[in-house]
């Protein structure tokens, strides 16, 4: 484990104003009120260089869009007329704050889930460390790619806010109405952080909501705090539904934005909220990464459960139904001339809830391309199967291959699946 991570100046970016998605995860916004706004919209982008000078991936037709919102450790610094500069004097900070959220734009479905500041993951170029620290060592671009390596999903945009922000936005709206369920008191002069909050339904405006998200002190650690966290943005996404808020949004926009930045693009901006204005609260399903707490070198860290965060994964980002993949056998056979490719995609979808009933070769190893043979026309939960491997590959090719009767062609499976070079060349061939 290293010290103090270094600290690195990103490129100079602008800013943009999207608050209540990165504030509550939802980008449904509602705040976009028209093209009248596209010019404005136009000068308020920052970009998030990777790592290793890639460009975040592309969103294919009818895929979900994965869009990371960060809180940082006063990462949004302001001079001394007030106005946001967009980065501190020394660098990035820690993120206190991690939501990755999926948001299906055909469906009309959205996947938030809340990913633990102490979680240990692999930080490319720095080890395994606290994932808090990706944002301190690369920015946004590193944290993306910390989290597309510990989910294994893309992520394509992100939208970024600090503690002070966050408040004026809480502000900006008016205050959100919430329980408080706990009396929270506490005091690090260090940090600046004082923390007095009694419990009964009230009022939060932006200082008591800095207390609200910010207090840590709960029997089960952390997960304690993020569940609090979950329920204020939920309470946050009725206010922004109230017809009373979104008619304000347009004057609030101004204002807000001064304390976001993010990497979406007006002509994305756009789109996005325009499909957003189709979803209802319930169509908002939240999640966390589940796990438990582990001391190591005198660190805490939240060690994630492996299959449950799959689970996790295939239901609120890849938008799969575990339980009803539980339903689809699927035999694997190896065509790509990568030994052991189909252990591991056996892995992987059984981390989804398939039943994978044979792996084995192919007759051949020089398939280009994946193939997806469907054995049965009566099982309903076989496109499953197809959405997941769209994940590692552009467009595998899916056959119907079963008797007039519609009985399987192949005995105690539903779909068979020829793994082909481009499953090879994706993320899995490589780990």
Do not use: C
């Amino acid at each position: 484990m290293t010290g103090v991570p270094s600290r690195t100046r990103r490129k100079k970016g602008k800013r943009f104003w999207l608050p209540v998605v990165l504030a509550g995860g939802l980008l449904l916004l509602l705040i976009v009120v028209g093209a009248g706004l596209y010019g404005f919209l136009g000068g308020l982008y920052a970009s998030a260089p990777r790592s290793q000078g890639g460009e975040s991936p592309m969103v294919r037709p009818g895929e979900r869009i994965n869009i990371l919102l960060l809180g940082v450790d006063g990462g949004l610094a302001e001079d001394d007329a007030g106005k946001s500069v967009g980065q501190i004097e020394d660098g990035y900070r820690r993120t206190d704050t991690i939501l990755l959220l999926s948001f299906d734009p055909e469906q009309h479905q959205v996947g938030v889930i809340s990913i633990p500041r102490d979680t240990q993951v692999e930080i490319p170029g720095h080890g395994v460390q606290k994932i808090a620290h990706a944002h301190a060592y690369g920015g946004p671009g590193l944290v993306m790619e910390t989290v597309e390596g510990f989910l294994g999903v893309p992520v394509h945009h992100y939208i970024r806010t600090n503690f002070q922000g966050f408040a004026r936005i809480i502000d900006a709206l008016g205050g959100v109405e919430f329980t408080v369920e706990r009396r929270m008191q506490y005091d690090d002069p260090e940090q600046n952080l004082h923390i007095d909050l009694r419990p009964g339904r009230q009022v939060i405006n932006g200082e008591k909501a800095i207390q609200l998200v910010r207090f840590r002190r709960y029997p089960n650690g952390d997960i304690g705090r993020v569940e609090v966290q979950q329920k204020f943005l939920k309470a946050l996404l009725d206010k922004v539904f109230n017809t009373g808020t979104i008619l304000k949004l347009p004057s609030l926009a101004k204002e807000i934005s001064r304390y976001v930045t993010t990497d979406l693009k007006p002509a994305q901006i756009l789109s996005l909220a325009t499909n957003g204005m189709h979803v209802k609260p319930d169509d908002i399903h939240w999640g966390m990464i589940p796990g438990h707490d582990a001391m190591q070198g005198g660190l805490s860290y939240w060690i994630a459960d492996t299959r449950g965060t799959q689970k996790v994964v295939a239901e609120l980002v890849r938008g799969l139904d575990y339980e009803a993949n539980g339903n689809v056998r699927v035999e694997l056979l190896n065509g790509s001339g990568v030994a052991g490719l189909g252990r591991k995609l056996s892995v992987l979808l059984e981390g989804q809830g398939f039943k994978v009933v044979r792996v084995a070769d192919a007759d051949r190893s020089d398939y280009d391309a994946t193939r997806i043979y469907y054995h049965s026309n009566t099982n309903p939960n076989l496109n499953n199967i197809t959405r997941s491997l769209m994940y590692l590959v552009d467009s595998p090719r899916v056959y119907k291959d079963y008797k007039e009767d519609g009985s399987g062609a192949v005995p105690g499976a539903d779909v068979t699946v020829v793994i082909g070079r481009d499953v090879a060349k994706s993320k899995i061939g490589g780990s």
